[in-house]
């Protein structure tokens, strides 16, 4: 729509849902989400513990390795995709 010059755009559920992906792209996006949330997970809890040895050097505490496996990954897109399809 154009208003005096001004284009703006008219979001409706068909322009939104109109990116029609089959069912491999939406469980590659899910997997992509769920290593992604990990990765922050992960990310936040070493600020963390780096804050609070910044704050309190009498005090140590250390990072813990963590590996993130597939099937971490695959856990977490379940979950996702569970609450997706949830009512």
Do not use: C
Request: proline residues 2%; without cysteine.
């Amino acid at each position: 729509m154009i208003y005096r010059g001004i284009s703006y755009d008219t979001y409706t559920q068909e322009n939104i849902m109109s990116d029609n992906k089959s069912g491999f792209e939406i469980r590659a996006d899910l997997l992509g989400h769920a290593q992604g949330l990990l990765d922050d997970n992960y990310r936040r809890k070493a600020e963390a513990i780096h804050l609070h040895n910044d704050h309190n050097p009498q005090d140590l505490k250390y990072i813990q390795p963590t590996t993130i496996t597939a099937q971490h990954v695959i856990d977490v897109a379940k979950e996702l995709y569970a609450f997706v399809n949830s009512k």
